[in-house]
Antibody
Framework: EVQLVESGGGLVQPGRSLRLSCAAS????????MHWVRQAPGKGLEWVSG????????DYADSVKGRFTISRDNATNSLYLQMNTLRPEDTALYYC??????????????WGQGALVTVSS | EIVLTQSPGTLSLSPGERATLSCRAS???????LAWYQQKPGQAPRLLIY???IRATGIPDRFSGRGSGTDFTLTISRLEPEDFAVYYC?????????FGGGTKVESK
């Protein structure tokens, strides 16, 4: 069974950092690109960042560029999102998603259950 | 950067009725690179359709997608109780990968 499990969410003060992790199982992790998608409370979906199968292509939404860093470890089937200089507007449920393609510009065929990040003083 | 606009914001229908959801892009979407997702309350989104009209694995054939260029449609031919949810379109093929704002299909 294809599974994505996020961890690392929590309450953090504005300006601080947090690192999300996503553990993947049930598929050949290094064959596919991966992404982070977030959803603010009561709002729609927002793509945050994507990384290709070999980390050769990395993309960010303008809203997080320069503050967030996506990375992956194919040896441990893990995806990460390092979030620095967090703002209240970063408060959201962060989903780890699997791309259908290896390059990182495809559609999302598998989603985790999400990790909640709350940025508040 | 492509902006996707979904309409209507909310669709109030009864089980058995036909639902037609619209997704309009601010510029032409290349190579049929449009997907649809369904999200139920408290759940993660689920892929319904990709490539404008290709149903994902396990998606019933009452869901269909069509369109080209800037105008796309998701149709649910006969609403089942489990179809009441929020639906999002998404453009892919180039970064960024925007979503539309969503259409809520609610029970009348």
């Amino acid at each position: 069974e294809v599974q994505l499990v996020e961890s690392g969410g929590g309450l953090v003060q504005p300006g601080r950092s947090l690192r999300l992790s996503c553990a993947a199982s049930g598929f050949t992790f290094d064959d596919y690109a991966m992404h982070w998608v977030r959803q603010a409370p009561g709002k729609g979906l927002e793509w945050v960042s994507g990384i290709s199968w070999n980390s050769g292509r990395i993309d960010y939404a303008d809203s997080v560029k320069g503050r967030f860093t996506i990375s992956r470890d194919n040896a441990t089937n893990s995806l990460y999102l390092q979030m620095n200089t967090l703002r209240p507007e970063d408060t959201a449920l962060y989903y780890c998603t699997k791309d259908f393609l290896p390059v990182g510009i495809g559609w999302f065929d598998t989603w985790g259950q999400g990790a909640l990040v709350t940025v508040s003083s | 950067e492509i902006v996707l606009t979904q309409s209507p914001g909310t669709l109030s229908l009864s089980p058995g009725e036909r639902a037609t959801l619209s997704c309009r892009a601010s510029q032409s979407v290349s190579s049929s690179s449009l997907a649809w997702y369904q999200q139920k309350p408290g759940q993660a989104p689920r892929l319904l359709i990709y490539g404008v009209s290709i149903r994902a694995t396990g998606i019933p054939d009452r869901f269909s997608g069509r369109g080209s260029g800037t105008d796309f449609t998701l149709t649910i031919s006969r609403l089942e109780p489990e179809d009441f949810a929020v639906y999002y379109c998404q453009q892919y093929g180039s970064s960024p990968l925007p979503f539309g704002g969503g259409t809520k299909v609610e029970s009348k």
